[in-house]
């Protein structure tokens, strides 16, 4: 198994990471660094900034892991001229699975990433490797740095240290500072096709196929949220009564009432995701701080600060679970109106909510598309709203109005 297999529908950019770790590995045994300047770097395809852009769902985090291991990748079949990127030796598993002491993969449950955990990242990302061949940093959310922490960033990326190699991502290239896109090489990545999806579903998660195939339909190629689709049955629960939203809204007290439904089912996500992981951090903070057993379970004094930083950054992470969950919420919503506007311009592409095709041919007949459209603006406005810190219930609610009146 390769590190690439499952970067689903990326062909071209697997092959550019491979050609990059070749030349990345021949670069370290001459003992040359990945620094722009370097004289040999000139006419090679490494860098020592990446960035990986593409919509949600297109692994753009999965390449960069796979380069990752790549660069780390220790095989003796690169000596008689094979590409790194095994995929079974130590540094390629290692790097895969999280353990590998010179790579680092930074990835956010809160809305933002502030100056402090990146000045921590610079700091790291000055160090020799440890052991393994490059210092590798994995940012998988870039687009949350903050400004204040994108300006800590652009100093490493525009003077890096040798053998360090940092590697971003993002939706797209607007997401990250000018500045520093300007600086690192840029790989787009695609929406893997459908039938891609629900094959890696089959052969990775052994997921039935019929049921792959229905969850990667649905989610139109967006490979994290297909998987959670085809093996959670609480994600199946929650999409079905997303889709009968559109048929819930023929009076006020319809859309009052469905937009209170969405709001309390992404609260309801956010409280268990609170239960599965609050618990255990604060247990394991407890302990780390010296509460002994036999004192009451009271904390040596001069530790409360601690906890109640840790009680903040949870609050925070249920505040961001809530959004994610209502942005799911509404990209779901999207899709089954962007079938209504097919279905009423007769196109033939393929749907995506087939499973709820009564619905759809039911609310096609009843309007236009001029106010299907208007509808999928509602949605994308509802999200905008969201993302100006906007009151959920209150965005929720007049999108439901608005899709009332279409």
Not at 37 to 57: N, R, V, Y
Not at 242 to 258: M, N, Y
Request: hydrophobic share 45%; glycine share 8%; with cysteine.
């Amino acid at each position: 198994m390769a590190v690439w297999d499952d970067l689903v529908g990326q062909d071209r950019v697997a092959a550019q990471l491979t050609a990059a770790a070749h030349d990345a590995d021949a670069l370290v045994t001459a003992g040359v660094s990945a620094e722009p300047d370097a004289e040999p770097m000139a006419s090679s395809k490494m860098t020592h900034a990446w960035l990986f852009t593409g919509p949600p769902g297109s692994g753009r985090a999965t390449a960069a892991r796979a380069f990752a291991a790549a660069l780390q990748c220790v095989s003796p079949d690169r000596a008689l001229g094979g590409a790194p990127g095994c995929g079974f030796c130590d540094g390629c598993h290692t790097a895969l699975v999280g353990t590998h002491a010179d790579v680092e993969v930074v990835r956010t449950d809160m809305l933002t990433i502030g100056v402090k955990e990146t000045r921590e990242l610079v700091r790291r990302a000055q160090l020799s490797p440890a052991g393994g061949r490059w210092q590798v940093i994995v940012m998988e959310d870039a687009d949350r740095l903050t400004e204040g922490a994108g300006n800590v960033l652009l100093k490493a990326v525009e003077e890096p240290a040798p053998r360090t190699v940092w590697l971003l991502c993002a939706p797209s290239l607007e997401d990250v500072l000018p500045t520093i896109r300007s600086r690192c090489r840029l790989l787009t990545l695609r929406t893997p096709p459908v039938d891609a999806v629900a094959d890696i579903l089959v052969r990775r998660d052994g997921i039935d196929p019929e049921l792959a195939a229905s969850a990667a339909r649905a989610t139109q190629g967006h490979i994290g949220r297909a998987r959670r689709l085809a093996t959670d049955e609480r994600a199946r629960t929650r999409r079905k009564a997303v889709l009968k939203l559109p048929l819930r809204i023929d009076d006020v007290g319809g859309c009052l009432k469905g937009a209170q439904e969405l709001v309390d089912a992404a609260a309801e996500d956010a409280k268990q995701v609170a239960e599965e992981v609050d618990a255990k951090e604060t247990e394991e903070l407890r302990a780390a701080l010296g509460a002994a057993a036999g004192t009451g379970g009271r904390l040596p004094r001069g530790t409360a600060g601690a906890m109640k930083e840790l009680q903040d950054r949870q609050k925070r992470r249920a505040t961001r679970t809530q959004r994610d969950s209502l942005d799911l919420a509404l990209t779901e919503l999207t899709g089954f109106y962007r079938d209504v506007l097919a279905l009423q311009l007769g196109s033939q592409v393929a749907l995506a909510n087939t499973d709820v095709r009564d619905a759809l041919e039911r609310v096609a007949s009843g309007s236009k598309p001029e106010r299907t459209l208007r509808r999928i603006e509602a949605v994308s406005a509802c999200r905008d709203a969201l993302d100006r810190n906007v009151a959920p219930l209150l965005a929720v609610e007049a999108m439901t109005m608005a899709l009332r009146a279409g």
